[in-house]
């Protein structure tokens, strides 16, 4: 039996009268990559800053490594790895200057320290630029570096707020490689993302939604959301039009436009093919299994509407 | 200790890096304040004056009220001794004391010119020129009307005056600036660099990195600041030899005293500057922070250009709570006078004073933060 790694209950955090997290609960087992989907402002970094102990939650409890975060917030952060959406390493130091620092920071003595070094640079694919200033590396080396600086002291967990916010496709692609190879090793990774694509790399996820969990599971869990309502995609060269004109269909339940394409939720029990038959000639059609994205934009819309779905 | 020495090592690469910014902040001020020191002249009152009246005829009180009646001098003590007068100037009692020779009276009925006595102290060149130009016109006039009341004889006897300038002979106003200078120096590196290296820290997202970091906030504080106590003891150290140097500056009292002097008002200003970085969020409003609390109350209030003394009443009652103007005191006495250390103890102990209330309210805010 795997353990959990991370444990949360209830936690919830207010600012003034603001609900920034509302009684959330989840489990993450160790070794488990973990995605925080959630629009701006959804709580994602509120929530990952009290499970790093630098913000008392206002009620509720988070476990992370068996620790107790609430009663002893020091005792995780020498257990746990923190990326943060700002790049937040020092500019003006070189790479070997901001590894010194934090591997100082974490107490590491010298052979440790210099272990750690090479393994970090080595990972990075920084070697040989040792010297350059941090503030001169592109975008993608910065992200390497900033989570090298995150591991030096080898933690079992790790959380990663946006870690690949503007950064190119093919460094977000050799980070994720990175993430997954330590996973693998036994690292349990949070992650938060604005990218859709980027949560096909989480094993669960969570979708947050105004500071509460709207949803939580496997991607093929998820999508159970659709289970009885079938998905057709429709191609058109105006899929706004289009998109309009679906909405008004009596099967239809809800539309929305992927490229030159329109999603349309078919409400429930409704027969595809003779929905698809019905729609005339000239217009492509055909069943689709749910994108993360039709996902997400359910659950949301889900989580917005004061009554629940009958 | 290896993550106070992680923290401080940093620090120090940080400043050096900026060595840029560091001369500028350091060198430019210090350019423009000697060059502008020269040409520095306030109207200044309320000088407080001892009078020594060995005399005590009317002819020498009619003397003392024309200083009086001037508005320009304040009568504080009348004294009997010299040793008197330089106690009261070495604890900046008076400035200017007025000595008035036995048998003034009788000289001048006889028809002889008498010398009185100006002692000034010259430790601010700008005040003391002026207080002589003040006392050589009253001494002159008093002594035009004395002789057109005893008018009528062929020569009558002239009232002169002999001026005396202590500490500083030659007037020399650089002498008088270095202190100030060396005040105003503390308070940038001091306040103005520690406040900002540690909010430009908060707005760079580093900060939330670092508390991120198993490490106690006295671990960041020190090996945070220690770096600037170093940096602003080593640019006092060399101001004041440079000026000893070049400006022939006298070191009349000890070095250890003058460590003691500016390690007390370096970690005030230190303490200082940790407060204002757990107020502001942005780098400007530490900036402005900085200067309202720090950086002009040490140029205007301290003594450093306006003398305390020509103050009036209510901004007098607020330089007690400006450290800057305890420090000059201090300063003054160990550097240009060479005072003994009862004279300038109290100014040390409200300096102790000082650092203790800023340091215990830094520390209030800062374990309020941690616990957000
Ligand atoms: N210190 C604070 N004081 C007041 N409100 C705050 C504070 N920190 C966050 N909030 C508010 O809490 C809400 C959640 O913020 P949070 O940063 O957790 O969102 P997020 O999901 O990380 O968003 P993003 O994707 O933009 O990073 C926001 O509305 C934010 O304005
Ligand atoms: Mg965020």
Redesign the interface.
């Known amino acids: 039996m795997t353990m959990n790694a991370i444990e949360v209950r209830d936690l919830t955090r207010r600012f003034g009268g603001f609900v920034a997290v509302d009684r959330v609960t989840f489990e993450v087992r160790e070794g488990e990559i973990f995605g925080f989907l959630g629009s701006n402002g959804a709580g994602k970094s509120t929530t990952i800053r009290m499970l790093c102990g630098l913000l008392k939650p206002t009620s509720g409890t988070a476990r992370v490594g068996g620790v107790d975060v609430g009663r002893d917030p020091e005792a995780v952060k020498q257990r746990i790895g923190y990326m943060s959406q700002k790049f937040s390493l020092y500019e003006a130091l070189t790479i070997d200057q901001n590894i010194e620092f934090f591997s100082g920071l974490y107490g590491l003595d010298r052979r440790t320290g210099r272990d750690r070094r090479a393994f970090v640079l080595k990972m990075a694919g920084l070697e040989g630029r040792e010297h350059t200033l941090a503030g001169d590396l592109p975008g993608g080396w910065r992200q390497r570096l900033a989570l090298g600086c995150a591991i030096l002291h080898q933690p079992p967990v790790l959380f990663l707020d946006e870690p690949t916010g503007g950064v190119d496709p093919l460094s977000r692609r050799e980070f994720w490689t990175l993430i997954e190879a330590m996973a693998a090793s036994g690292v349990t990774v949070l992650v938060t993302t604005h990218y859709l694509d980027e949560a096909e790399h989480c094993h669960r996820l969570a979708i947050l939604h105004a500071g509460r969990l709207a949803a939580i599971g496997s991607i093929t869990e998820l999508r159970e959301v659709f289970a009885d309502r079938p998905i057709v995609e429709v191609q058109s060269t105006d899929p706004v039009a289009l998109m309009n004109a679906l909405a008004d269909h009596p099967d239809v339940e809800k539309t929305s436009v992927f490229g030159t394409a329109v999603h349309a939720v078919l409400k429930r029990e409704t027969d595809v093919r003779r929905f698809i038959a019905g729609l005339g000639d000239g217009l492509t059609a055909s069943p689709v299994a749910p994108s993360l994205e039709d996902v997400f934009l359910d659950v949301v819309e889900q989580a917005q509407s004061p009554e629940p779905k009958a | 200790m ?2 106070v ?3 401080g ?2 620090e120090m ?2 400043i050096l ?2 060595r840029r910014t560091l001369l500028i902040l350091l060198f430019v001020p210090a350019f423009f304040l000697l060059l502008y020191g020269y040409a520095l002249n306030f109207d200044i009152r309320h000088i407080p004056l001892a009078v020594d009246d060995r005399d005590k005829s009317s002819d020498s009180r009619e003397l003392v009220a024309a200083f009086v009646n001037s508005g320009y001098f304040d009568l504080v003590a009348g004294v009997g001794s010299p040793s008197e007068i330089e106690r009261l100037m070495d604890l900046n009692r008076v400035r200017a004391a007025l000595v008035i020779p036995e048998g003034l009276s009788r000289d001048l009925r006889s028809g002889r010119d008498v010398s009185v006595q100006v002692l000034v102290d010259g430790d601010n060149a700008n005040t003391a020129t002026t207080v002589l130009g003040y006392s050589s016109a009253i001494v002159r006039t008093v002594s035009r009307q004395l002789r057109i009341e005893r008018g009528g004889r062929v020569a009558p006897p002239r009232v002169l005056l002999e001026p005396r300038i202590w500490y500083n002979p030659e007037l020399r106003s650089t002498l008088f600036l270095v202190p100030g200078l060396i005040a105003y120096i503390c308070m940038i590196t001091a306040v103005v660099s520690t406040a900002l290296s540690i909010v430009r820290e908060k707005e ?3 900060m ?8 106690g906030t006295m671990s960041y504080v020190v090996g945070k600041t220690v770096p600037y106590f170093v940096v602003s003891l080593a640019s006092a150290v060399v101001i004041v030899v440079v000026s000893m140097a070049l400006f022939g500056l006298p070191m009349r009292g000890s070095w250890g005293m003058l460590l003691l002097a500016l390690s007390l008002f370096i970690v005030g200003a230190l303490a200082t500057g940790l407060w204002i970085s757990t107020i502001a969020d942005t780098q400007q409003t530490a900036f402005q922070l900085a200067l309202l609390s720090s950086f002009l109350p040490t140029l205007m209030l301290s003594g450093f250009i306006f003398p305390i003394s020509s103050m009036p009443a209510a901004i007098r009652a607020v330089t007690y709570v400006v450290p800057a103007r305890y420090f000059l005191v201090a300063l003054r006495g160990i550097v240009l006078k060479g005072a003994p250390p009862s004279t300038y103890s109290f100014a040390l102990s409200m300096l102790v004073v000082y650092a203790v209330g800023m340091l215990s309210l830094a520390a209030f805010r800062l374990s309020r933060q941690r ?2």
């Open positions: 290896r993550k020495l992680a923290v090592r940093k690469r940080q890096r900026d760079r997202g580093t939330e990195q670092v508390q991120m970091a198993p490490l616990t957000a």
